[in-house]
């Protein structure tokens, strides 16, 4: 592991990677290149329905049903305050409440806990923030880390059959019973309301809901007692699209294009919506000579997949290849760093780099692949930077990569820094923005170095100052950082005679842009300005990886086959940080001019040099002496 000092240095380049961008990260040692610390690199160690009216008609609840996913972490933690390193203490728990475990337990004695937690006194209602509710948001976040999600919902299913059809032991209280169903079904509306449009990529959890949902709903002794929590349920059974009655397959959903897979103005105009594994896309896979097939396939398909569509483009299956003509696909950076995808590997498009392209080809033709021919023609002449005013750039920066972080489901978090101790799930919109972060950064060295009047370059740089300082004043600080390491890039920050030629004022401001992202003291002043910022937020989102590999390698996870209570609760409550940060809407007033579109498609579809060496030739052409 590298040391802490080495992640987020001043230098762009131990962001962007050094010498032809082999330094950046790989989420898959032979795919991705985004912009990580550098030791995130390493893997840590049925009963159907009827259909006979048994449903009933429900009146709405008169007032909104409010789930804890809706509440920030200071309202959650009853120690407030929100941060990640707040603690439990039983005297700010609520006497009403049973309160919050200090003790290991077994998972599945940890959600008995939780259900008698639940199930407590009747006449004293649990107030979000008691210590049981804020164990219950802990546990649906992060339970997959020591609970597959099939045992969990398999274990809520079990408890509720029991409260059901077995009669109460004499040591239960009377009506004990409907409270133990009560305390299920607020840990079912809780996990469906929390896990919402990703339910649709666990079949056999949505199988497992079903059969819990039919349960609940055909139990007569709740209606009259939980109609709201009945309705509750239904309205969230149907958004997240788990059909009941209907067990036949969707219809063909719209094929998703990606932002960096064919641009089209039409396309990366239009709002981003979340992807999923279940997507379809389109992507172009290029043969040795640089010829390609298109195919359409799912967002989680595996290498192999992959390449069993590429061989039916490519009409191979008419004649069975020979092992040695077997096809391999290979994941090539505009560097021309070649890395052998595995057959067993999914997910790979949103994993690749910036300018990397998918090759198809035999073991005899893999030496000769090289990369595709630079995107960018480096010519004389104004960019479109040079044509559009700052804030107006910053103001579509902030709402792009806003709609891209409202893409990304809070759990994505946990599942991206925790994927080796559970099941492999989709993190394709986390992927997708940091690799944006990644391309902003190498968009501001692009344009300056392709600006050949020195002049001209220094009112660039001023104006890349105003956009990050715009951009700081939308709360955007994922640009912001981006920006700021952009101009820090070392191509970037040895064009001596440009920075001279900057004004005195603007010196100054960046200076202080430098202090704010300064990783001194994890990070001081960064955490210091960001505390006292209030939703909507864009957090700079490797430094939130950063806390939860922290939180992941400094202890473990389950010790003798008990849960680690305290280390959950950190995760949880780095998680809830995010969820404040988007508990409020973004409102930015941007006119619809055919010159703001304009800007908007520009800012939406970067075209950037991320090949590191490419970059220092520019930069040494331009100011061959500075130092």
């Known amino acids: 592991m590298k040391p802490l000092e080495k992640f987020l240095k001043k230098q762009g380049s131990h962001l962007a990677g050094g010498g032809g961008g082999g330094g950046q990260l790989s989420r898959r040692p032979s795919v991705s290149k985004i912009l990580l610390p550098g030791f995130l690199k390493d893997e840590p160690p049925e009963a159907g329905p009827e259909g006979d009216g048994r449903w009933l008609e429900l009146r709405p609840p008169e007032g909104a049903l409010r789930s804890p996913t809706s509440f920030s972490s200071e309202e959650l933690s009853p120690a407030g305050g929100g941060g990640g390193e707040s603690q439990l203490s039983p005297e700010a728990v609520p006497t009403c409440c049973w309160a919050p475990l200090a003790e290991p337990e077994s998972p599945e004695r940890l959600l008995e806990r939780l259900l008698e937690g639940l199930a407590g006194d009747p006449t004293a209602p649990h107030g979000h923030g008691c210590g049981a509710d804020l164990l219950l948001d802990d546990i649906v976040l992060?339970?997959?880390?020591?609970?597959?999600?099939?045992?969990?919902?398999?274990?809520?299913?079990?408890?509720?059959?029991?409260?059901?059809?077995?009669?109460?032991?004499?040591?239960?209280?009377?009506?004990?019973?409907?409270?133990?169903?009560?305390?299920?079904?607020?840990?079912?509306?809780?996990?469906?309301?929390?896990?919402?449009?990703?339910?649709?990529?666990?079949?056999?959890?949505?199988?497992?809901?079903?059969?819990?949902?039919?349960?609940?709903?055909?139990?007569?002794?709740l209606y009259q007692k939980l109609e709201d929590e009945i309705l509750k349920l239904h309205q969230l059974v149907e958004t997240v699209e788990l059909k009941v009655t209907d067990e036949s397959h969707?219809?063909?959903?719209?094929?998703?294009?990606?932002?960096?897979h064919f641009r089209r103005i039409d396309s990366c105009l239009q709002t981003r919506v979340a992807f999923r594994g279940s997507d379809e896309i389109f992507c172009r896979v290029y043969m040795p000579d640089h010829s390609y097939v298109t195919i359409r396939s799912r967002l989680s398909a595996s290498v192999q997949d992959i390449l069993t569509s590429v061989t039916e483009k490519l009409q191979y299956s008419?004649?069975?290849?020979t092992r040695e003509e077997a096809l391999i696909l290979v994941a090539v950076t505009s560097s021309g760093e070649k890395s052998v995808l595995q057959p067993n590997e999914e997910c790979v498009f949103t994993t690749l780099g910036i300018n990397s392209h998918l090759f198809a080809c035999t073991k005899d033709t893999f030496p000769s692949l090289v990369p595709l021919p630079d995107e960018i023609q480096v010519s004389p002449g104004d960019t479109e930077i040079h044509r559009v005013e700052a804030e107006d750039v910053a103001n579509h920066l902030t709402a792009f990569h806003w709609e891209l972080f409202r893409c990304v489901h809070e759990l994505e978090f946990v599942d991206y820094v925790f994927h080796g101790e559970r099941g492999r799930r989709e993190t394709a919109n986390l992927e997708l923005l940091l690799q944006r972060c990644s391309e902003v950064q190498h968009w501001v060295a692009t344009e300056v170095l392709l600006c050949e009047s020195l002049g001209k370059r220094a009112h660039l740089l001023k104006k890349f100052i105003k956009i990050a300082a715009v951009c700081k004043q939308n709360q955007d600080m994922l640009t912001f950082y981006a920006v700021v390491i952009g101009l820090n890039n070392a191509p970037v920050s040895r064009l001596r005679l440009t920075w001279e030629k900057l004004p005195g004022k603007f010196k100054n401001?960046?200076?202080?842009?430098?202090?704010?992202?300064?990783?001194?003291?994890?990070?001081?002043?960064?955490r210091e300005v960001l505390s006292r910022m209030k939703p909507p937020i864009i957090p700079f989102v490797p430094l939130i990886l950063k806390d939860l590999t922290f939180l992941h390698e400094a202890s473990k996870t389950l010790v003798d086959s008990l849960v680690n209570i305290e280390k959950l609760h950190s995760v949880a409550e780095k998680v809830r940080t995010i969820r404040k940060c988007r508990s409020r809407p973004l409102c930015l007033e941007i006119e619809s001019s055919p010159q703001q579109l304009q800007t908007k498609a520009y800012v939406r579809q970067f075209q950037v040099i991320d090949n590191q060496n490419l970059l220092f030739e520019l930069s040494h052409k331009l100011e061959s002496n500075s130092q």
């Not at 408890?159 to 133990?180: D, L, N, V, Y």
Request: hydrophobic fraction near 35%; include cysteine; glycine fraction near 2%.
């Open 142 to 221: 992060t339970h997959s880390l020591f609970l597959p999600t099939e045992q969990f919902l398999h274990q809520l299913h079990q408890h509720f059959m029991t409260a059901s059809t077995i009669p109460s032991p004499q040591c239960w209280k009377e009506g004990e019973a409907m409270h133990r169903k009560r305390a299920v079904l607020v840990i079912l509306l809780h996990f469906l309301e929390t896990y919402k449009g990703i339910l649709q990529e666990e079949e056999k959890a949505g199988k497992v809901i079903k059969d819990l949902y039919l349960l609940i709903m055909k139990d007569s002794s």
């Open 250 to 260: 969707p219809p063909n959903k719209q094929v998703k294009p990606l932002f960096r």
């Open 318 to 321: 008419d004649e069975q290849p």
């Open 509 to 526: 401001l960046f200076r202080k842009f430098e202090n704010l992202t300064d990783p001194c003291r994890n990070h001081k002043s960064y």
